[in-house]
Nanobody, 117 residues
Framework: QVQLVESGGGLVQPEGSLRLSCAAS????????MGWYRQAPGKERELVAR???????NYADSVKGRFTISRDNTKNTVYLQMDSLKPDDTAVYYC???????????WGRGTLVTVSS
């Protein structure tokens, strides 16, 4: 069983920065995509960024150039550095692990990011 623990959310002013972390416990093999999704009030959950075990990232168009995803395979941890934050980035951010071969998803409980002056 895999468990995910997120940290780093909070309140930040527009144009500010936050760094989210997600540590995974349990059996993590190669071939696992680690990523972040978000869900704003009244909206569907959407992909923010995802990174392969080899370190290849992909981003939603709305965050390209502002957010950076990275991972430390030795710690089974994924990070999301968020810069130049906008009010539209306000959402609950969820950590996600996707085991490609098994087609299995694991989710964290979510951490709230609020961008407001």
């Amino acid at each position: 069983q895999v468990q995910l623990v997120e940290s780093g959310g909070g309140l930040v002013q527009p144009e500010g920065s936050l760094r989210l972390s997600c540590a995974a416990s349990g059996s993590i093999s190669s071939g696992v995509l680690m990523g972040w999704y978000r869900q704003a009030p009244g909206k569907e959950r959407e992909l923010v960024a995802r990174i392969s075990s080899g370190g290849f990232p992909n981003y939603a168009d709305s965050v390209k150039g502002r957010f950076t995803i990275s991972r430390d395979n030795t710690k089974n941890t994924v990070y999301l550095q968020m810069d130049s934050l906008k009010p539209d980035d306000t959402a609950v951010y969820y950590c996600n692990l996707y085991f490609v071969q098994e087609g299995t998803n694991y989710w964290g409980r979510g951490t709230l990011v609020t961008v407001s002056s």
